[in-house]
Structure formats: structure tokens, C-alpha cells
């Protein structure tokens, strides 16, 4: 089985900053991508960050320049430094893994249970 927890939701005000964590556990065998997804009330999930394993990132256009990924192959986590918060940052945000693990036939997705991010004055 495998696990996906995150960490470090909460509540900032505007041009405030945040760290998200994330790990993975369980019987992994290797992790393609490791990814942050978001969202908002009454809107579709959206990609915000991803971590390919040779440690190139890439981002969505909306937090270019204020959020940043790293990732920890050795410790299956990741984190997702988020500076110069706006309101519109205000989501779930989701750990998501590429990964392939013991008795799993082929590579899968696994999510995390999300945390709380509200940016509010």
C-alpha cells in the first residue's frame, strides 16, 4: 500500500507565506513524478506544481515566480514553498504521486487527503 500525507495548510494574510510538505510511504518502488494540485471551491481541480525525478520543475503560469518546488528522492517527500499568497490562492491543495509500488501492476496515481489554504485578511 501506499500513503500520500501533506502538511502546512493554514491560514495567511495577503503577501504572506506558506510551506507545504508532502510524503509518500508504503511499498514504493520508484516515483516518476511527484506533483501539488489545487482546488477551489466550486472549481475543477487544477495542476499547480509537478517534480519530474531528475528534479525539473514546472508550473502553472498563476504562481510562476511566487511558488516553489523541491523534492526529496531519497525521502519520498516533497515540498512547495508558496510566497506573495493572493486571495485567489485560497484551495485544498493535493499531493499527488506518478509511482509505481510492490504487487501494483504498472505506474498509478496516488492522492493525498489535501490541506487547508486560505488566504484572508
Known amino acids: 500500500q501506499v500513503q500520500v500525507v501533506e502538511s502546512g495548510g493554514g491560514l495567511v494574510q495577503p503577501g504572506g507565506s506558506l510551506r507545504l510538505s508532502c510524503k509518500a510511504a508504503?511499498?514504493?518502488?520508484?516515483?516518476?513524478?511527484m506533483a501539488w494540485y489545487r482546488q477551489a471551491p466550486g472549481k475543477q481541480r487544477e495542476l499547480v506544481a509537478s517534480?519530474?525525478?531528475?528534479?525539473?520543475?514546472n508550473y502553472a503560469d498563476d504562481v510562476k515566480g511566487r511558488f516553489f518546488a523541491s523534492r526529496d528522492n531519497a525521502q519520498n517527500t516533497m515540498d512547495l514553498q508558496m510566497n506573495s499568497l493572493k486571495f485567489e490562492d485560497t484551495a485544498v491543495y493535493y499531493c499527488?504521486?506518478?509511482?509505481?509500488?510492490?504487487?501494483?501492476?504498472?505506474?498509478?496515481?496516488?492522492w493525498g487527503q489535501g490541506t487547508q489554504v486560505t488566504v484572508s485578511s
Open positions: 508504503g511499498s514504493i518502488l520508484s516515483i516518476k513524478t
Open positions: 517534480v519530474f525525478s531528475s528534479g525539473t520543475t
Open positions: 499527488n504521486i506518478f509511482a509505481s509500488a510492490a504487487q501494483t501492476p504498472g505506474i498509478r496515481d496516488y
